[in-house]
């Protein structure tokens, strides 16, 4: 994949150089700021100054100015310049001699020291281990010794400082800090000069190409491997990028981050070091020296200089995002990181993430489109903006110039594919639903929300619901309108009360129920009314809908008052005698609401209790009196009565009594409100004699002494027994009840009176179960008090045996003793001894005794009526 990175701009041209010299070339450059120095075959040195200057284009060109030219007189070609701008010297390789060179003049340094002969190769060090600033390392390649020497250059000399012997003669090299870099005859190697620590690299045959040792960092160099390949390795012989595939012919490379740029016989190549793919070919011929400078690149044919200028790299960036080459545009961005300032780069880095995503969401590349956006922190109003309408009308948002995407709208980018629009809406939505909930939407919350909503009610969206009923900012009149359009009138509901318009809210609902209004989205939207309402703090509008409620269903309408929750504020509090006046024209929803006080919260008022009962009682009376009744309505109503009845205290017994006194049916109901007047005889001979239902009778007995003592329950029990065993009713005793009375509630009855009032002539083998039963209870309880009473006595002798074993040894008491019970001093000389001779007051042993398990057992002996 191409791009253009560079620019070829010519420098220097042949005429400025050599004229019509034929056959001289170029053997070497050398720049340094806008100096630019020029080596030729016939061993001149040609000063020029650059200078950058901007076409009416807008594109970078290059002017230069011959300073001066130097002949040194040796006939020989100048193999390499070198320059060491602190020292304003020039360090010239020449016929195997190192000559230091006036920067300015060109003059050579006339001091003997400044010369080094027998050198093949020299490099200077960038990155110098000497802390002296005024004079420059180098390491020269001895063309009479297999060794590489360290030298520093001063201004009038070259100093000798270390020579380090080598396997082979270096044919190329490069140095940083401690470590060379050597291209030897048949491999390349690592040597740290100082502590002579070496790493072989891979082999290479110097004969076939020329080698390249280019030191492109801080101890990591650019070398050329077999195979036409670039490797990169680092001071430690470890590869930490992967190589670059370039020619064969490589002659020359350099690197102008990030890009690895290579020339060879008939083209300069441009690689990028980030992603290793060729990014630009540029054809030229006659090619001599690829140099970097500082950052400049610098190439030159045999006659003339050329500089490759970079393009900037937004533009470069630009034109790969034009491609939709979006990861390389992103590769690229964040690999030059290093060159740009940390604050440039965010916004640069930025503003690419929110292009990318616009690119790839125009490819409905949605997840991707919504990482770049994440990562970018794209004002998400950008995108909103592409789907026409959907911000509000109130919003100040303008779009971002220059714009981050080619873009008219939503519209323009489906070119009327309506599948391709309806997965840009759902993207959206599920976008704006992530955003709202992070602080990305902080500023635009409105903005965001409304377009949400929008969106919702547009297609349908089951989450639109949710939104309204949550926590949100959208706004009303660009709201309202958009779900009306597209009969959303529940939804307008829930915005109106979000918003306060309670009002507005439920005469849009009433109306949807009514079917003034379509809307299907709750079928339960009546119930939904009715609930809000048992929830509304305006009074003025409960009381308005409460009728419209109660008309449409009794049942679900009064739920407005039952569901109302109680609270001790009362504000919004409905008085309960209001309502149940309120509810008299509604007579299933006025039973229901007292139901609701009496059953449910449990008020103690007798006018609710006396209310709901003769409510009650009408309803059994009716059900009665009506032919067409059936029969499970009546037994539901009479056990709704006979409940309440038992269950309260508080209503108005007599007034029910006389409802119910002349009715030969209710005979239960008048039993138990005999039972309430404590007229339990009564109660017992209609059950018995006129219901002619034991099973009701021995009921009543156990319902009527629930909360009383057990001699009550006895005393009831003995009444029913009575009433059995009547003879003056008509159709006299009845024997079989009363026996199994006794049977069945043997442990209920006192055995000695039953006795008295049974019969003689009854049989002992009717009566065997009870007999039975009760000589059992007597006989254990006979025991149980025996063993109490045995207890006792022996309690009674340990005690006696203890204080005639004390009695012999003195007490003493004084007013400094303490009570080992109570823990207070004595005041009196009367005391009590403990086993062990332990004194305490007369009281504390008396309370102690008391709480003895003994006496607790003699006592509980003593209370049985079998005792």
């Given at each position: 994949?191409?791009?253009?990175?560079?620019?070829?701009?010519?420098?220097?041209?042949?005429?400025?150089?050599?004229?019509?010299?034929?056959?001289?070339?170029?053997?070497?450059?050398?720049?340094?700021?806008?100096?630019?120095?020029?080596?030729?075959?016939?061993?001149?040195?040609?000063?020029?100054?650059?200078?950058?200057?901007?076409?009416?284009?807008?594109?970078?060109?290059?002017?230069?100015?011959?300073?001066?030219?130097?002949?040194?007189?040796?006939?020989?070609?100048?193999?390499?310049?070198?320059?060491?701008?602190?020292?304003?010297?020039?360090?010239?390789?020449?016929?195997?001699?190192?000559?230091?060179?006036?920067?300015?003049?060109?003059?050579?340094?006339?001091?003997?020291?400044?010369?080094?002969?027998?050198?093949?190769?020299?490099?200077?060090?960038?990155?110098?281990?000497?802390?002296?600033?005024?004079?420059?390392?180098?390491?020269?390649?001895?063309?009479?010794?297999?060794?590489?020497?360290?030298?520093?250059?001063?201004?009038?000399?070259?100093?000798?400082?270390?020579?380090?012997?080598?396997?082979?003669?270096?044919?190329?090299?490069?140095?940083?800090?401690?470590?060379?870099?050597?291209?030897?005859?048949?491999?390349?190697?690592?040597?740290?000069?100082?502590?002579?620590?070496?790493?072989?690299?891979?082999?290479?045959?110097?004969?076939?190409?020329?080698?390249?040792?280019?030191?492109?960092?801080?101890?990591?160099?650019?070398?050329?491997?077999?195979?036409?390949?670039?490797?990169?390795?680092?001071?430690?012989?470890?590869?930490?990028?992967?190589?670059?595939?370039?020619?064969?012919?490589?002659?020359?490379?350099?690197?102008?981050?990030?890009?690895?740029?290579?020339?060879?016989?008939?083209?300069?190549?441009?690689?990028?070091?980030?992603?290793?793919?060729?990014?630009?070919?540029?054809?030229?011929?006659?090619?001599?020296?690829?140099?970097?400078?500082?950052?400049?690149?610098?190439?030159?044919?045999?006659?003339?200089?050329?500089?490759?200028?970079?393009?900037?790299?937004?533009?470069?960036?630009?034109?790969?995002?034009?491609?939709?080459?979006?990861?390389?545009?992103?590769?690229?961005?964040?690999?030059?990181?290093?060159?740009?300032?940390?604050?440039?780069?965010?916004?640069?880095?930025?503003?690419?993430?929110?292009?990318?995503?616009?690119?790839?969401?125009?490819?409905?590349?949605?997840?991707?489109?919504?990482?770049?956006?994440?990562?970018?922190?794209?004002?998400?109003?950008?995108?909103?903006?592409?789907?026409?309408?959907?911000?509000?009308?109130?919003?100040?948002?303008?779009?971002?110039?220059?714009?981050?995407?080619?873009?008219?709208?939503?519209?323009?980018?489906?070119?009327?594919?309506?599948?391709?629009?309806?997965?840009?809406?759902?993207?959206?939505?599920?976008?704006?639903?992530?955003?709202?909930?992070?602080?990305?939407?902080?500023?635009?919350?409105?903005?965001?929300?409304?377009?949400?909503?929008?969106?919702?009610?547009?297609?349908?969206?089951?989450?639109?619901?949710?939104?309204?009923?949550?926590?949100?900012?959208?706004?009303?009149?660009?709201?309202?309108?958009?779900?009306?359009?597209h009969n959303r009138y529940f939804a307008l509901g829930l915005l109106y009360h979000y918003n306060g318009q309670d009002a507005s809210a439920l005469q849009m609902w009433v109306r949807v129920v009514n079917g003034d209004l379509q809307d299907s989205t709750r079928a339960d939207l009546f119930e939904y009314v009715v609930d809000f309402l048992s929830f509304c703090s305006n009074l003025d509008l409960v009381w308005k809908y409460a009728d419209w409620a109660l008309q449409k269903d009794q049942k679900i309408g009064v739920q407005i008052f039952t569901k109302r929750p109680i609270s001790k504020e009362t504000t919004g509090q409905l008085n309960p005698d209001e309502?149940?006046?309120?509810?008299?024209?509604?007579?299933?929803?006025?039973?229901?609401?007292?139901?609701?006080?009496?059953?449910?919260?449990?008020?103690?008022?007798?006018?609710?209790?006396?209310?709901?009962?003769?409510?009650?009682?009408?309803?059994?009376?009716?059900?009665?009196?009506?032919?067409?009744?059936?029969?499970?309505?009546?037994?539901?109503?009479?056990?709704?009565?006979?409940?309440?009845?038992?269950?309260?205290?508080?209503?108005?017994?007599?007034?029910?009594?006389?409802?119910?006194?002349?009715?030969?049916?209710?005979?239960?109901?008048?039993?138990?409100?005999?039972?309430?007047?404590?007229?339990?005889?009564?109660?017992?001979?209609?059950?018995?004699?006129?219901?002619?239902?034991?099973?009701?009778?021995?009921?009543?007995?156990?319902?009527?002494?629930?909360?009383?003592?057990?001699?009550?329950?006895?005393?009831?029990?003995?009444?029913?027994?009575?009433?059995?065993?009547?003879?003056?009713?008509?159709?006299?005793?009845?024997?079989?009840?009363?026996?199994?009375?006794?049977?069945?509630?043997?442990?209920?009855?006192?055995?000695?009176?039953?006795?008295?009032?049974?019969?003689?002539?009854?049989?002992?083998?009717?009566?065997?179960?009870?007999?039975?039963?009760?000589?059992?209870?007597?006989?254990?309880?006979?025991?149980?008090?025996?063993?109490?009473?045995?207890?006792?006595?022996?309690?009674n002798l340990q005690l006696q045996h203890d204080r005639l074993k004390y009695r012999g040894g003195p007490v003493f008491v004084s007013e400094k003793r303490g009570c080992q019970l109570c823990h207070n001093t004595f005041r009196e000389p009367d005391c009590v001894c403990l086993p062990g001779g332990t004194p305490v007051h007369t009281l504390c042993a008396a309370r102690r005794l008391q709480d003895s398990p003994t006496k607790r057992r003699l006592d509980h002996a003593h209370t049985s009526n079998h005792t």
């Amino acid at each position: 994949m191409s791009v253009k990175a560079f620019e070829l701009v010519s420098a220097v041209e042949r005429e400025q150089l050599m004229g019509e010299k034929v056959r001289i070339t170029i053997e070497c450059i050398e720049c340094c700021g806008q100096h630019l120095y020029v080596g030729t075959t016939d061993c001149f040195i040609y000063h020029f100054l650059l200078e950058e200057r901007t076409t009416t284009k807008g594109r970078l060109a290059y002017s230069s100015q011959k300073l001066l030219q130097k002949y040194l007189g040796l006939k020989k070609p100048v193999a390499e310049l070198k320059a060491a701008s602190a020292l304003e010297r020039l360090i010239v390789l020449c016929d195997a001699t190192i000559t230091l060179v006036d920067m300015v003049t060109l003059e050579p340094v006339p001091s003997g020291g400044a010369k080094l002969k027998g050198v093949t190769a020299f490099c200077i060090n960038e990155n110098p281990v000497t802390a002296d600033p005024f004079c420059a390392e180098m390491a020269v390649v001895s063309a009479r010794r297999r060794a590489v020497q360290i030298c520093t250059v001063h201004e009038d000399r070259v100093q000798i400082l270390k020579e380090v012997a080598t396997p082979e003669q270096p044919c190329a090299l490069s140095v940083d800090g401690y470590f060379l870099c050597l291209a030897l005859p048949t491999q390349y190697m690592i040597l740290n000069y100082s502590t002579g620590a070496s790493q072989d690299l891979f082999p290479y045959d110097s004969e076939e190409r020329k080698p390249i040792v280019k030191r492109i960092g801080r101890e990591e160099f650019l070398l050329a491997a077999p195979g036409g390949l670039g490797m990169f390795a680092n001071a430690e012989g470890i590869s930490q990028r992967a190589p670059v595939s370039w020619s064969e012919s490589v002659i020359g490379a350099a690197v102008c981050f990030p890009y690895v740029v290579a020339l060879d016989e008939g083209f300069v190549t441009v690689h990028s070091m980030l992603d290793q793919q060729l990014k630009q070919t540029l054809s030229f011929r006659e090619g001599h020296i690829l140099q970097d400078f500082e950052g400049k690149v610098v190439l030159a044919s045999t006659k003339a200089v050329y500089v490759l200028v970079p393009l900037p790299l937004e533009q470069q960036i630009q034109d790969l995002l034009a491609g939709h080459r979006v990861e390389e545009a992103l590769t690229l961005t964040e690999g030059a990181q290093r060159n740009i300032p940390k604050d440039k780069f965010q916004i640069l880095h930025k503003r690419i993430l929110q292009q990318a995503g616009f690119i790839q969401f125009g490819q409905l590349q949605f997840s991707e489109a919504k990482e770049h956006f994440r990562k970018g922190q794209l004002d998400v109003r950008e995108l909103i903006s592409l789907y026409p309408l959907l911000l509000p009308a109130s919003s100040s948002f303008t779009r971002c110039h220059p714009p981050l995407h080619e873009f008219a709208d939503l519209n323009h980018l489906a070119q009327g594919d309506q599948e391709k629009v309806q997965r840009c809406k759902r993207f959206l939505i599920s976008y704006l639903h992530e955003v709202r909930s992070s602080e990305s939407a902080n500023g635009f919350r409105e903005d965001v929300d409304t377009a949400l909503l929008k969106l919702y009610a547009e297609i349908g969206h089951e989450s639109l619901l949710d939104l309204l009923a949550s926590d949100n900012a959208c706004l009303l009149a660009d709201s309202a309108p958009w779900l009306e359009k597209h009969n959303r009138y529940f939804a307008l509901g829930l915005l109106y009360h979000y918003n306060g318009q309670d009002a507005s809210a439920l005469q849009m609902w009433v109306r949807v129920v009514n079917g003034d209004l379509q809307d299907s989205t709750r079928a339960d939207l009546f119930e939904y009314v009715v609930d809000f309402l048992s929830f509304c703090s305006n009074l003025d509008l409960v009381w308005k809908y409460a009728d419209w409620a109660l008309q449409k269903d009794q049942k679900i309408g009064v739920q407005i008052f039952t569901k109302r929750p109680i609270s001790k504020e009362t504000t919004g509090q409905l008085n309960p005698d209001e309502v149940i006046k309120y509810l008299e024209k509604h007579h299933q929803a006025l039973v229901l609401y007292l139901e609701h006080l009496v059953l449910e919260r449990r008020v103690q008022k007798e006018k609710y209790h006396t209310h709901l009962a003769v409510l009650y009682a009408d309803r059994v009376l009716g059900l009665l009196s009506r032919p067409s009744a059936t029969e499970e309505q009546l037994s539901s109503a009479r056990e709704k009565l006979q409940r309440l009845l038992r269950e309260s205290n508080l209503y108005r017994v007599q007034l029910l009594l006389g409802k119910l006194q002349d009715s030969e049916v209710l005979l239960t109901e008048r039993a138990t409100l005999h039972g309430k007047l404590e007229e339990h005889d009564k109660a017992l001979h209609i059950l018995v004699h006129q219901l002619k239902n034991s099973t009701a009778a021995e009921d009543y007995c156990t319902w009527a002494s629930e909360d009383h003592d057990p001699a009550h329950r006895q005393k009831l029990f003995h009444q029913l027994l009575s009433v059995y065993l009547d003879p003056d009713v008509p159709g006299g005793a009845q024997t079989m009840e009363a026996v199994d009375l006794l049977n069945r509630h043997a442990d209920v009855f006192d055995a000695v009176q039953v006795l008295e009032l049974l019969p003689e002539a009854w049989s002992l083998t009717l009566l065997r179960p009870f007999l039975c039963g009760a000589l059992r209870a007597n006989i254990h309880a006979r025991r149980t008090s025996q063993v109490a009473l045995g207890l006792a006595r022996a309690e009674n002798l340990q005690l006696q045996h203890d204080r005639l074993k004390y009695r012999g040894g003195p007490v003493f008491v004084s007013e400094k003793r303490g009570c080992q019970l109570c823990h207070n001093t004595f005041r009196e000389p009367d005391c009590v001894c403990l086993p062990g001779g332990t004194p305490v007051h007369t009281l504390c042993a008396a309370r102690r005794l008391q709480d003895s398990p003994t006496k607790r057992r003699l006592d509980h002996a003593h209370t049985s009526n079998h005792t």
